[in-house]
């Protein structure tokens, strides 16, 4: 008996030996492979946008440029698509400036209203940069040319402007570091259109000077001649651009924004460098589990109705919240002691759950979940107080009494 016990011991040790090997092994594993992952990380984020800016560097001052056209697609298709995700990933835009968002968020950096006054020049802008790098000089009539020149140069300066734009939020969402890379990517799009537009504009001044060697009409001779002088082909582009800021001026006219809409998209805003409104206070999103609930569903589901206060807190209420918190009150005012009870359970769990609900789809989940306890709630309500609609309605009432509906909700 002895000696089996004594076997049976050794086999424990053996298996509990096995699976402190097994432990280790699947903590090394799974270190190597976060190793892994911030390594690919780095490389995405940090080795491909630093070899493409050193490539357009040399490429801009290089007589022969090493695959132009192909490191020219490359840095605007992968840059865009670092550009998107870094600047969702750091600053978080929830919302325009009327919509109240949580601390760690911000407001639209381009009003919603006014932003497709930016947005289409600048799509504008990025298809006439990959024309200008796509099709030879030679092959393009020179007042397309002009117009696709005029396009770069707006798309440069809208630019510019939302680089200033989001400058005072660098350092305060996410790491300032990482945000630097959305400057990079603007400074690649500059150098190539500076690179473009002068590669394009030097080629097309010695198509017409060829041109006009060979002009059979004297109009079309006089023509180059006049574009040939003092390289007027600069002229014929500033005239371009005039006339598409005239035209898209119009268009803003037309559709009601104003001649100033491009403006109004960036002075429309909060939080922003040029921005001009007042958003409402930050919602804080720890607390209450329906209170993130109401403030971070899909609106179209947690239905929220308006704003409202705890503990000083500004926060989103929707009619779930209100029926739970009646049903609580209720229950205070009745029998404390059960409240304390039901309160002291809820702050030991209810609390660790509400720091798992940061998605939006999270919240719809939990939303659906509580359910069949707000129609236990609101049954209950009804049976036992006198004016239960009443009860529900003044739940979180903002302290100056004043409902403010969440407009666009």
Request: charged share 20%; proline share 5%; hydrophobic share 45%.
């Amino acid at each position: 008996m002895r000696r089996l016990s004594a076997g049976n011991n050794s086999c424990r040790r053996d298996i509990l030996s096995m699976n402190r090997i097994e432990k280790e092994g699947i903590l090394l594993y799974y270190s190597i492979q976060d190793t892994m992952y911030l390594i690919l990380f780095w490389i995405v984020i940090g080795v491909v946008p630093g070899v493409l800016t050193i490539w357009n560097i040399y490429n801009f001052f290089a007589k022969k440029p090493k695959y132009k056209r192909i490191i020219a697609w490359l840095t605007i298709w992968i840059g865009g698509f670092l550009y998107y995700f870094l600047y969702e990933a750091g600053f978080q835009p929830s919302g325009d400036w009327k919509e109240a968002v949580y601390v760690y968020e911000t407001h639209y950096s381009i009003s919603s209203q006014y932003g497709w006054t930016v947005v289409v020049p600048v799509i504008l802008g990025l298809i006439a940069l990959l024309i200008l790098y796509s099709v030879q000089a030679d092959r393009q009539p020179p007042l397309f040319a002009a117009f696709l020149i005029a396009f770069v140069v707006i798309f440069n300066v809208i630019s510019i402007a939302f680089a200033i734009q989001i400058g005072n939020q660098m350092k305060s969402h996410s790491d300032g570091f990482v945000n630097m890379f959305l400057y990079l990517y603007q400074f690649n799009l500059f150098v190539l259109s500076v690179s473009a537009v002068k590669n394009h504009m030097r080629e097309q001044i010695k198509l017409y000077q060829s041109r006009r060697k060979n002009a059979e009409s004297t109009k079309m001779a006089w023509l180059y001649c006049r574009i040939r002088c003092f390289e007027r082909y600069p002229v014929l582009v500033f005239a371009c651009f005039f006339f598409i800021i005239a035209v898209f001026e119009i268009l803003f006219i037309l559709a009601g924004q104003g001649a100033d809409a491009p403006i109004k998209a960036f002075t429309d805003t909060a939080d922003w460098t040029f921005s001009q409104q007042i958003p409402p206070p930050p919602m804080d999103s720890s607390g209450h589990y329906l209170c993130t609930v109401a403030a971070g569903g899909h609106k179209k589901i947690v239905k929220p109705l308006r704003y409202g206060t705890r503990r000083g807190q500004t926060i989103v209420v929707n009619r779930q919240l209100c029926i739970a918190n009646a049903f609580e009150e209720w229950i205070q005012e009745k029998s404390p002691q059960i409240h304390k009870a039901i309160r002291n359970f809820y702050d030991r769990y209810g609390y660790p759950v509400s720091r798992h609900i940061t998605t939006p789809l999270r919240a719809d989940v939990v939303y659906f979940l509580m359910k069949p306890l707000e129609w236990v709630f609101v049954v209950f309500l009804y049976f036992v107080d006198i004016q239960p609609e009443e009860r529900i309605r003044r739940q979180y009432v903002l302290k100056n009494h004043i409902k403010k509906p969440l407009k666009r909700w």
